[in-house]
Each structure stands twice: as C-alpha cells, then as structure tokens.
C-alpha cells in the first residue's frame, strides 16, 4: 500500500503529497492507533499541516472504510445525529467492518456534537442513539439479515441483537480528532470534555523541518 494505490483508487480525489520523514512518521502512528483495539487519535496542530491527508493514507493502509460529514449551512443536532447512525454506526456495526471516523474542530457547530465525540470515546456509544422503535427495527432486521447464516442467530431476541450491533460497533469505530491549539475554545474542551485527553493518542503536528520545505 502506498500513496500511488491510494491515488489509483481515488482518482477524484487525489493527494499530490510529498512524503518526507516527518509525514511518515505521523502516517506511521495514526496507523498504528488505528489499528488498535479501541484506538482513537487527536492530532493536534494547525489547519494546513496535513493532518487530515495523513489520516486517509494511513486509513488506506489500513484496508479500513472511512467516514466523515458534510457541515452546510442548514446542518442541525438532528442532522448530526442522522451521520452518526447512517455514516458511522450502521456502517461499523451490521458487518463489524473497522471504520475510521475524521472530525475536525471546524465542523464543530455545536458543542453537544463534542459531547457526543466524548460519549463514544468513553463508553464507545452515544446515549439513545436508537431510541425510536422505528430505527430499533431497522437495525435488528438488517443485523438479522446480516446474519442468515449464523445460527446463533436464529434464537437471538431483538434484545439481544440490538446487543450484538453495539458490541460489534464499538470494537470497530476509531475516531480521529483534529484540532488547532490556537485559542481557547481546545483548553475548554479539553477540560470540558476528559475522555479527548485520557482516551485518545496525542500526535502534535509542529512545524515542518527545513528538509519539508
């Protein structure tokens, strides 16, 4: 794997990169947080230092799926909270494929999303997420129908494979968090907000070296 097969495979989306020693090593660690039971990053620098094109290689690397949202101007909690189900849970739990998640400060328009990022790094769930009886329904007959074949299954109640969705989401979701530390909305969050310190790797994305220039 490498920046030409990760170009191959995204040709509308191409990263002209150059990969000097220090972008390495940071492909290297999210790699490697990533890759962990668990793992969730924050990389922490200013907008422009590559943190987000180094997380996609790294989650290409990786042979994991990525997910991420799209702020527009109508963009509400319940639109928030649509992306969690559809672009980061359903996708995680039915087939328990590992799944990056990218969130950046900038798309932070309101601060319950971050309470939301610290409910799921904590406990690996957002509370009443699938509280509705509509999207409990959706989800144990699409896990049902997941799971055909596996003949567990077959006497599972429909608490038990809400359960088993949570169970597999949890194993597969790994967030990584990018951050300027410029100003003072990231010290609030961070005090606000524990589990972005105490449940994530820390990778400071400081000033290129001269050799990047």
């Known amino acids: 794997m490498s920046l030409i097969d990760y170009n191959s495979a995204n040709p509308s989306k191409k990263m002209n990169l ?33 943190r987000k094109s180094l997380t996609l290689l790294a989650t290409f690397i990786a042979s994991y799926q990525k997910a991420e949202i799209e702020i527009s101007k109508n963009y509400d909690f319940k639109a928030w909270r649509d992306d969690m189900k559809e672009k980061l849970y359903n996708a995680a739990g039915f087939e328990a494929k590992e799944t990056v998640f990218l969130f950046s400060d900038t798309q932070i328009t309101q601060e319950v999303f971050v309470e939301d990022i610290n409910n799921i790094l904590n406990g690996g769930e957002i509370p ?23 003949q ?41 907000f524990p589990s972005l310190v105490n449940c994530c790797t820390i990778d400071w994305f400081l000033p290129w070296p001269k050799e990047a220039l």
């Open 18 to 50: 150059v990969l000097f020693n220090a972008a390495i090593e940071h492909v290297v660690k999210i790699h490697r947080v990533i890759t962990t039971e668990f793992g969730h990053a924050l990389l922490v620098g200013v907008g422009g230092s590559g």
């Open 128 to 150: 009443n997420l699938y509280a509705d009886a509509e999207d409990q329904n959706m989800v144990i007959e699409a896990m049902k129908d997941v799971n055909k074949n596996n």
């Open 152 to 192: 567990a299954y077959k006497n599972m109640g429909e608490a038990e494979v809400m359960l088993d969705f949570i169970t597999k989401a949890k194993k597969s979701i790994h967030l990584v968090l990018a951050m300027s530390p410029i100003g003072e909305d990231f010290k609030r969050r961070l005090r606000m």
